[in-house]
């Protein structure tokens, strides 16, 4: 096995890219070059998402409804940590600001409403499609939302300072036609 299939193999398997997707990984012409093949590309893309979906279908098999919750929610809480510089760094104590920013053109929301009363704020995703780059629209089993709601949970509790519960009002994976959480920022 030549040193650049061997690092390609590790690559993919610390990715979570078992080696049944090792056909893919056989080098080629433009995979030995400085810049890979676009087509290549999305061939390990499309073997990491498809992998990923099983993934989420053998924890719903394997662990029980509470545990299969939490790792899922653990799991988007450390998502979360890898936007900190564009979410909490940025805009810690400050959630209108990030409201208004994650509504631009740019942002991801479509609509945000906080009730500061209430201690809520009801958030309409922009996409189409779930936002998770592992995710295809006919992806993962809606167990998957789980990750969003952790995600969710970080995010906003580590803007506002305080503890938030966030709830699912619609899905993409669930069947409806967006994404749309609700917070519930707690006292």
Known sequence: MSDLVRRQFVTCCAAGVCSAAFVSITPTAAAQSAEPDPKWLQSQLDSARLRYAKFIEVLGRELDEATKKRLLQALGRECAIQYRDVTWD?????????????????GWVAKAEYDEQAGTIRIVDRQKRCTCPLVQKSGPPADQCECTLGWQKETYSRILGRPVEAEIEE????????????????A
């Open 90 to 106: 940025k805009f810690k104590g400050d959630i209108k600001g990030f409201l208004k920013a994650v509504q631009e053109p740019s």
């Open 171 to 186: 899905s993409i994976l669930r069947g409806g036609s967006r994404c749309v959480y609700l917070i519930k920022i707690k």
